[in-house]
C-alpha cells in the first residue's frame, strides 16, 4: 500500500480503491464535501442556493440535521457569514436589513447549551409568558453539544459529535447542578444505571497504541500494558511494561526511559520550588530521557488542551496522569501556576455520565423544556429516542423560539447604552438580512465574534475578547458493519501518538430508555476517532491557529482517506477491510472548539479582575455575554454558569 500521502497519481488511483474511497456510503453529499443540510436541499431551487428560503428550512417535511453525513461540526454554510463580516466584505454585498415586526423580551445569539439556559433562566424569572428568541447559525440547536445520528443495519446508533460528556475538573455549581437536576439528569444515578463500563472488558477487549510507521519506523498495533488491568504489584506492573515495549518498534533506549518513567519511583525534583516546577522540558531537563522518547507522549495532552505535550506544564500533565512523577510525592491537590482543568481533576472532578449522544441530550431536554410541543416524551430516558419536530421550533404560537441557519451579524443598544431600553439584532441566513427588537440580549455565541457584531463596544473589552482563541477539534463518528477485527486483536480503543487520528474508540456500552448499545462483534457498531490539529513547537494560541487554518481548507475526501487509511492500518491483523467494512462516515469539523484556557506556559499572571475573559464579558447597556469562553474554560457547567450570570446581569440591570 502506498504511504498517507500518496506521491502518484496511479498510486492514489491503487490506494484509493483499496480503501474503498469509490464505495457508495453516507458520507458526503457534495463533491468536496459540501454537505448538505437536509431541510435546505428539499427546498425548491436546491441546498443554499435558494437564499430566500434558507431561513424557512427547519420548517420543512423531513428536516433532521443529526442524520446528515460528511463535513458536520461546523458545516458548510454555517460560518461564511461569520467570516465575511470579520473580513469587512459582508456589508458591501449585504441587503438593506428588512425589519421585522416581531417583538421580543430577550433575544439570545447562540444556539448552545449556554444559550438554550439563558432562555432557560430568563423565562424562570421573567415568568413564562417571556417572549425569547434563540438565533443560531449552524442548521441545529445544541452548539458544540451536537447529535450523531445513525441507522446502521436499521437498528438506531447515536454519538456525540461534540460535547461528549458530563464531566467536569470541579463539582457543577448549586445553578448548574440545579438545573441539570429540573431537567431530571441526576448524573451519578443515570451512570450507575446505564452504563455498561465493564462490557468491553468482560469481552477481553482492552486499550491498545497504534505506532505509525512515519513516526516510528512501522505499522504496529500494541496491547497496552496498563489500562484495564487489575490492580498489580510493582514487579507485575514492570513485567507488563517491558513485554509491552518488546513488542514496539522503539529502540533499546527508548524502551529503557519509558520503562523507568511508567515503573519507577523517583523523586525528580527534590527541594524545587513551584517555579521551577513549572519547567516546561520536565522529561528531557529533568526527568533526562532520551529526546527520541517525546513522540511517544507527544498527543497524550491533545485530547483536554489540543495540544501536545511540547505546550503544556509538567504540572498540568501530573494532575492527568501522566507518568514520571510517582516517585515525587505530590500531594493531591491544586498547586499554583496550573491550568484551570489540570488545577480541579487535581482537586477531584464532577459526577460524570455519557448520554449515548453526550450532551446534546441536555440541549435537548432543554429545548423538550422550552417549547414542550417540538418534543415528545417525558423523561430523561426517552429523550434518547425522541425525534425533534424542528417546523415547531419556530412557531409564533410558541413564546420561546429558535430560529436556525441565522446569523447575527449586529447587536446593538436602540440609543446610548447606559441609557438603552430596546436592542436591535441583525442577522443574515443566504444572502437576506432582518432586524428584530427586544428589550434586551445575551450574546451566547463565540466570544471571539462579539466584537465584529457589536463595534461599539470599549476598545479594551474588544481586545479582551480577540483574545480568546478557541481549540480547534475534529471528532469523527464512523459506522462499521461489524467490529470482529477489534476483537481478534483485544482491543476496544487504541492511542497513536503520531498518526494524523490520535485516538480511535468503539462506541460507550449504554443503554438507556429504549436505546440499546450493540452487543455482539458480528453487529454493525459506530467509532469515534479523535484530532486535535495543532503545530508542536510554537505557543500554545499560535499553535490553535494553525490548528484551524489547517481544518477549514481540508476537504471531506481528505478526512475520509485518513479515516480509511488509519483504521485499514491499525485494524489490519483482525482482518479489517476499510473498502467493505465501513457504512458511513460523520467528521465534526470544529475550527472553533473549546474556549481558551489559559496556559501557564504562555500565559501572564493577569492581576486580580484583569484576565481578558472577564473583562471581554462586560455587560454593554442592555446587552449580555454567556458561552463557555466568558468563563475561560470549556466544560458544559461553566456554560450553563455563564448563561446565569449574563441573564442575572440583565435583571439586576
Ligand atoms: C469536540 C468537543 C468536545 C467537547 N467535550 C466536552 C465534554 O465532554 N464535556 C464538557 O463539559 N464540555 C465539552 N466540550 C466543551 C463545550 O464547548 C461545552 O461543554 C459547551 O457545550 C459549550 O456550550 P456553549 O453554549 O457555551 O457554546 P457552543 O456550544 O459553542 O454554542 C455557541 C453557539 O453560538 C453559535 N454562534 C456563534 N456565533 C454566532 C452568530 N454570530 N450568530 C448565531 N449563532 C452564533 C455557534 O455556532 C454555537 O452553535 C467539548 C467541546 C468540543 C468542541
Given at each position: 500500500m502506498c504511504a498517507n500521502d500518496m506521491p502518484t497519481k496511479k498510486c492514489s488511483q491503487r490506494s484509493d480503491r483499496e480503501l474503498g474511497m469509490d464505495r457508495a456510503i453516507p458520507r458526503r453529499d457534495f463533491l468536496n464535501g459540501a454537505a448538505m443540510t437536509i431541510g435546505a436541499a428539499m427546498l425548491p431551487g436546491g441546498r443554499f442556493g435558494d437564499d430566500a428560503k434558507l431561513g424557512e428550512a427547519q420548517n420543512h417535511p423531513g428536516y433532521n440535521p443529526p442524520v446528515s453525513t460528511g463535513l458536520r461540526g461546523s458545516h458548510p454554510g454555517s460560518f461564511e457569514i461569520a467570516h465575511s463580516l470579520r473580513d469587512g466584505t459582508f456589508w458591501q454585498n449585504a441587503a438593506t436589513p428588512e425589519s421585522l415586526p416581531e417583538k421580543y423580551d430577550l433575544v439570545i445569539v447562540g444556539g448552545g447549551i449556554s444559550g438554550l439556559a439563558a432562555a432557560y433562566f430568563y423565562r424562570e424569572r421573567a415568568g413564562s409568558e417571556a417572549k425569547i428568541l434563540i438565533l443560531e447559525n449552524h442548521d441545529d440547536f445544541g452548539g458544540h453539544a451536537k447529535r450523531n445520528e445513525f441507522h446502521l443495519g436499521g437498528k438506531l446508533q447515536l454519538l456525540n459529535g461534540g460535547t461528549m460528556l458530563i464531566d467536569s475538573p470541579t463539582p457543577y455549581s448549586a445553578e448548574?447542578?440545579?438545573?441539570?437536576?429540573?431537567?431530571?439528569?441526576?448524573?451519578?444515578?443515570?451512570?450507575?444505571?446505564?452504563?455498561?463500563?465493564?462490557?468491553?472488558?468482560?469481552?477481553?477487549?482492552?486499550?491498545?497504541?497504534?505506532?505509525?510507521?512515519?513516526?516510528?519506523?512501522?505499522?504496529?498495533?500494541?496491547?497496552?500494558?496498563?489500562?484495564?488491568?487489575?490492580?498489580?504489584?510493582?514487579?507485575?506492573?514492570?513485567?507488563?511494561?517491558?513485554?509491552?515495549?518488546?513488542?514496539?518498534?522503539?529502540?533499546?533506549?527508548?524502551?529503557?526511559?519509558?520503562?523507568?518513567?511508567?515503573?519507577?519511583?523517583?523523586?525528580?525534583?527534590?527541594?524545587?520550588?513551584?517555579?521551577?516546577?513549572?519547567?516546561?522540558?520536565?522529561l528531557l531537563q529533568i526527568a533526562k530521557v532520551d529526546p527520541a522518547v517525546l513522540p511517544f507522549y507527544q498527543s497524550r495532552t491533545n485530547f483536554e488542551w489540543g495540544v501536545g505535550i511540547d505546550a503544556e506544564p509538567a504540572l498540568d500533565c501530573w494532575a492527568h496522569e501522566l507518568p514520571g512523577f510517582q516517585g515525587m510525592k505530590l500531594e493531591p491537590g491544586a498547586a499554583p501556576h496550573m491550568s484551570y482543568s489540570a488545577a480541579g481533576y487535581a482537586n477531584g472532578g464532577s459526577e460524570r455520565f455519557h448520554f449515548p449522544d453526550g450532551n446534546a441530550s441536555i440541549a435537548r431536554l432543554l429545548v423538550r423544556n422550552l417549547i414542550p410541543a417540538a418534543i415528545p416524551g417525558d423523561s430523561v430516558e426517552d429523550i434518547v429516542t425522541s425525534s425533534v419536530n424542528y417546523a415547531l421550533l419556530d412557531s409564533a404560537e410558541s413564546p420561546v423560539r429558535i430560529r436556525l441557519n441565522s446569523t447575527v451579524v449586529r447587536a446593538r443598544n436602540v440609543g446610548d447604552s447606559g441609557s438603552a431600553r430596546e436592542v436591535e439584532i441583525t442577522y443574515a441566513t443566504g444572502k437576506q438580512v432582518y432586524s428584530v427588537h427586544a428589550g434586551a440580549c445575551v450574546l451566547a455565541c463565540w466570544n471571539m465574534t462579539i466584537p465584529y457584531l457589536c463595534p461599539e463596544l470599549p476598545e479594551k473589552q474588544k481586545e479582551g475578547l480577540h483574545y480568546l482563541v478557541k481549540v480547534p477539534l475534529v471528532y469523527t463518528s464512523v459506522g462499521l458493519r461489524n467490529w470482529t477485527a477489534f476483537q481478534k486483536l483485544g482491543v476496544s480503543n487504541t492511542y497513536a501518538p503520531g498518526a494524523y487520528w490520535n485516538s480511535i474508540s468503539l462506541n460507550w456500552a449504554v443503554n438507556i430508555g429504549e436505546y440499546r448499545s450493540p452487543r455482539s462483534p458480528e453487529e454493525p457498531i459506530l467509532v469515534h476517532l479523535s484530532r486535535a490539529p495543532c503545530k508542536p513547537g510554537l505557543p500554545a494560541r499560535e499553535q490553535h491557529k494553525t490548528g484551524r487554518r489547517e481544518l477549514l481548507v481540508t476537504p471531506f475526501e481528505t478526512f475520509e482517506r485518513k479515516i480509511r487509511d488509519q483504521l485499514a492500518r491499525t485494524l489490519a491483523a483482525g482482518g479489517f477491510d476499510p473498502a467493505r467494512d465501513i457504512m458511513a462516515i460523520t467528521v465534526n469539523r470544529w475550527p472553533h472548539g473549546y474556549s481558551y484556557e489559559y496556559n501557564p506556559l504562555f500565559d501572564p499572571e493577569w492581576p486580580e479582575g484583569q484576565a481578558p475573559h472577564l473583562i471581554g464579558r462586560q455587560r454593554f447597556g442592555r446587552i449580555a455575554i454567556a458561552n463557555s469562553d466568558s468563563g475561560a474554560t470549556a466544560y458544559t457547567d461553566v456554560a450553563i454558569d455563564q448563561a446565569y450570570r449574563a441573564v442575572n446581569e440583565l435583571l439586576a440591570a
Open positions: 448548574a447542578a440545579g438545573l441539570l437536576k429540573k431537567l431530571g439528569i441526576d448524573a451519578a444515578a443515570l451512570d450507575k444505571k446505564y452504563t455498561n463500563h465493564g462490557f468491553y472488558k468482560s469481552l477481553g477487549l482492552g486499550s491498545g497504541v497504534f505506532f505509525d510507521r512515519e513516526t516510528f519506523g512501522d505499522d504496529r498495533l500494541v496491547k497496552s500494558p496498563q489500562v484495564g488491568e487489575e490492580e498489580s504489584s510493582d514487579a507485575e506492573s514492570s513485567a507488563r511494561w517491558k513485554q509491552f515495549l518488546g513488542k514496539s518498534p522503539l529502540s533499546e533506549i527508548v524502551r529503557r526511559d519509558i520503562l523507568r518513567l511508567e515503573t519507577q519511583k523517583i523523586d525528580y525534583l527534590p527541594g524545587f520550588t513551584s517555579t521551577e516546577r513549572k519547567e516546561r522540558h520536565f
